[in-house]
């Protein structure tokens, strides 16, 4: 039986044996990309171009983290096998190796720089399901103060006449709290050269609250969801 050629030889040989180059390699599903992948890793390994440590793969999801770092350590073992000296020292490496996804990479290089990032050693990344305790928590807290704070209250008595709730509020606050990067890129500045000044409220004239909606939809530049 012949065997048919594989079209894109050359594109192949260049991933595994252009070291020098960046490439960008588009191909569709079951191609082959993340073979081609651990052979250029194992290429940089064996050539002595960069040891494990030096070199980041980085994917989109743990499990895909998971599963190229399992292609990884066979290949090197494979190579082992071989007799590859160069190989040897790699296989200890696996473990520690950046082989992981965008957030796991920066959590990574946080950790080893915690004190030039201001941030205590030993951190943790929460998850979803964590973020969404923590947050409740620090709202109902929040929550609390916001109601015993006598100078809050004209503003809350007239909100809550209107017609606002109190899961309004949170929701408010959770999207603060899900843009907090907006909020430290200028936002908060923003916000607070739009508050209307406490002198335009007690009284019936509506035109500071229409200015202060104007100054508010001035500000649909910042908004991330379009309702």
């Known amino acids: 039986m012949k065997t048919q050629p594989v079209i894109d030889h050359d594109a192949r040989s260049r991933i595994a044996g252009d070291l020098a180059a960046n490439l960008m390699v588009v191909a569709g599903a079951g191609t082959g990309k993340t073979t081609a992948l651990v052979g250029r890793i194992v290429e940089l390994v064996r050539s002595g171009t960069a040891s ?3 070199i980041a793969a980085i994917t989109f999801t743990e499990a895909s983290a998971a599963e190229l770092r399992e ?3 066979s290949a090197i073992e494979a190579a082992v096998l071989d007799g590859d000296p160069m190989m040897v020292e790699a296989g200890g490496e696996v473990d520690d190796a950046a082989i992981c996804t965008l957030h796991s990479f920066a959590q990574r290089i946080l950790l080893e720089q915690c004190v030039d990032a201001g941030l205590p050693p030993g ?4 998850d979803d399901t964590a973020d969404t305790a923590d947050f409740d928590a620090r709202w109902t807290r929040f929550a609390d103060s916001l109601l015993d704070d006598p100078d809050a209250e004209r503003a809350l008595v007239l909100g809550f006449t209107l017609g606002l709730r109190h899961t309004d509020l949170a929701a408010i606050a959770w999207n603060l709290h899900s843009q907090w990067d907006r909020l430290e890129d200028g936002g908060l500045d923003y916000l607070c050269a739009a508050r209307p000044c406490s002198d335009d409220w007690p009284t019936t004239d509506p035109a500071p609250v229409i200015a202060a909606i104007d100054r508010a939809l001035e500000g649909v530049g910042w908004c991330t969801d379009d309702e």
């Open 52 to 54: 494990l440590r030096e």
């Open 71 to 73: 292609h990884v350590r």
């Open 123 to 126: 951190f943790e990344v929460l």
